[in-house]
């Protein structure tokens, strides 16, 4: 079946730290993948997408690449900010006859001055 | 422009009551989906409307019904609540469905259900 498996958290870190969120997924098609940001007492934000391989996704500092090799799309920042605190959740879709988005189990970021 | 928007935010509901809860997509948006977040489940996927239509549905029990309107508003409904119904209920709009190659999903800030 088709599946999201992230890194357990929380990941705890101090302000400026570099960020490493792990995503790996199986697929039956080729998907496209997403991340995306929940703040607490939020919904759901996307934080960046890539939809074919090698495409790299960014937005707000934040940088994924699609590894159709490895089948991973690892979360990146370089200096992580308090206001980053947050889960994330890694997430992919098979376009086609269903909008359904397969989430992983998310991630939480705790960031410490 | 504004977004996706869920009423109620939060309700509180005794075990056996019935449910519905409402999402009003963005402006021109025509696919709606559900999604279900427990801390001990996830995020699961409930349902998803376009133009009127389930094009699909999740694993859950028959309790669990939704509809689109015309104007691409949507309802879901939980008859019956248990007390495992309690979680955050979130809706995503999308412009039309992703086979149309549009893959981006907007979510609201979600219904908080707490069944006692």
């Known amino acids: 079946g088709n599946s999201v498996t992230q890194m357990e958290g929380p990941v705890t870190l101090s302000e400026e730290a570099f960020l490493t969120i792990n995503c790996t997924y199986t697929a039956t098609g080729y998907p496209s993948l997403f991340w995306y940001v929940q703040y607490p007492g939020e919904g759901l934000q996307l934080l960046l997408k890539a939809t074919k391989a090698d495409d790299k996704g960014s937005n707000k500092g934040f940088e994924a690449t699609y590894r159709k090799e490895t089948t991973s799309f690892h979360l990146e920042k370089g200096s992580v900010q308090v206001s980053d605190s947050a889960v994330y959740f890694c997430?992919?879709?098979?376009?086609?006859?269903?909008?359904?988005?397969?989430f992983g189990t998310g991630t939480r970021l705790q960031v410490f001055p | 422009k504004a977004g996706v928007t869920q009423t109620p935010r939060y309700l509180i509901k005794t075990r056996g009551q019935q449910v519905t809860l409402s999402c009003s997509p963005i402006?021109?948006?025509?696919?709606v989906s559900w999604y279900q977040q427990t801390p001990g489940q996830g995020l699961q996927f409930l349902f998803e409307?376009?133009?009127?239509?389930?094009?699909n549905k999740g694993n859950f029990p028959g309790r669990f019904s939704g509809r689109q309107f015309s104007n691409s508003r949507s309802e879901m409904n939980v008859s019956t609540l248990e007390l495992g119904d309690s979680a955050l209920y979130l809706c995503a709009s999308r412009k039309a469905p992703t086979g149309t190659g549009d893959t981006e999903a907007f979510f609201g800030q979600g219904t908080r259900l707490t069944v006692v």
């Open positions: 997430a992919l879709i098979l376009l086609g006859s269903t909008d359904k988005l397969i």
């Open positions: 402006s021109g948006h025509r696919s």
């Open positions: 409307y376009f133009s009127e239509t389930q094009r």
